[in-house]
């Protein structure tokens, strides 16, 4: 059913409130801060620190007089529990509705209170933490703590990019948005874009808060190019209490004038999706690009043709602040100058960057190679550690998942044990998002799973210059045994 008429208009809500500035903050080296009779977020803390940001910049913890040859050196180190604190005012036009804490980056794990009351623990290396905050935020002034913990959680050894003091440090802190996020009751929880290209046409999964029973509502879906007020395709659909239970599912056309993203032409659509219910409206804006990823028999295939990549290794390198960058404009400095030296690839090793990252390669079109926080030597040792990396592995597809850079995901660097955990998250990633290509490890063993291989060694002989000994007695037929797409590593 196609709609034309102007959509009525709603009472906006207030604005979110940003939580930038200044905190309280007391560092917490014992651990004894959530213990009984010693408990920091029943305590106003006496410190200061400023967020977004890590202790080592609000030169908190250890001032460091080493000077290391292996990495840079660390103005102030410190590992361990660190407390953060302010005063929210929550307006009263936030009565009824649903609060949710957004943070960005923190490192590591992020516990929450409210006036001394327990909200939730979260763990994340890879993707924002996000805390529903109702019903202890109500309207007035209350009491926000928070405790990171940059302790490693799990046997981790020492290289990961996403934990090793060696590139962005093993911060502490909170980075990028902070911010008290308002919601209708009724609202969008996430929207998933898959496109066909073949077919000229998308399919939009949208995931819906809960409806009372009885309760309808309408969801317009409206596409358009990016940064233009052009809408190209719409749809609305009715939905009750009982079909807002599970994803609304969606297919829509793009129609005879689409235009394919990639490197060459990075072309980009916007959909708005707008859930109306009753006198209250949400909406959720998504970029995408219209691009399909395959495994071809030597390459990897982008919309029907192969493609060769060029690429460049990110080992989340940051050394001013000791953490990866949260700022679009950063991303595309950084991408701009991989482009200008003839290269259209990243592989971040070992880590997952932040949004901006894959936002600035959206729009300077370029294809990247996100991995989980794992480079280990003993796979399948530890099944806490292997529950944290398949919860990391999701999170990383459902907060990234629609942005068209993002072609190849990787469990990490040159792990070693049992593959068959490593396959284990390849079978279920596939199964969970099919819109780009996975592979268990780079280097080290292939598995039957990997729909592409990172490597410079094959059971037949080195595919790579390694280690700075180039050679011209490469045997070529001896090079690969791979039976996927082979991108060279550590060339």
Known sequence: MLLTTQLPAQQPLQPNIDLSGMWRFQLDPMGFGKTPGSELYLDKLSETIMLPGSTDQGGKGIKNSARYVDRLSRKFEYQGAAWYQREVVIPTAWAGKEIYLDLERCHWETTVYVDGKLVGMDERLSTPNRFLMTPLLTPGTHTLTLCVDNRLKYPMDQWAHGTTEHTQTNWNGIVGRMALQVKEKAHIQQVKVSTDVPAKQIEV?????????????????????????????????????????????????????????????????????????GETQDTQTVVYGMRSVEQGKHHIRLNGRDIHLRGVLDCAVFPLTGYPSVDVADWKRIFSTVKE??????????WCPPKAAFTAADELGLYLQAELPMWIKDVGQYPARRDFFEKEMYAILDEYGNHPSFILMCNGNENEGDFAVLEDL???????????????????????????????????GWI????GKPSTDWDLCKQSDIDVPVIAHET
């Open 426 to 460: 390849v079978k279920k990633a596939q199964a969970y998002d099919s819109r780009r290509l996975y592979s268990a490890s780079t280097a080290r063993t292939h598995t039957a799973s990997d729909q592409y291989y990172v490597s410079h060694v094959t059971s037949k």
């Open 341 to 350: 030296y003839g290269m259209n690839h990243v592989r971040f090793h070992s």
């Open 464 to 467: 790579t210059t390694y280690e």
């Open 205 to 277: 999964a949208v995931k819906l808060s809960s409806l009372k029973a009885g309760q309808k509502g309408r969801l317009d879906l409206n596409i358009r190019e990016k940064n233009s007020s052009k809408v190209i395709a719409t749809r609305s659909v009715e939905i009750d209490s009982l079909s807002a239970a599970s994803p609304i599912r969606q297919t829509l056309s793009m129609g005879n004038g689409m235009k394919c993203w990639d490197e060459f032409s990075p072309n980009l659509y916007e959909l708005d999706a707008v859930w109306n219910v």
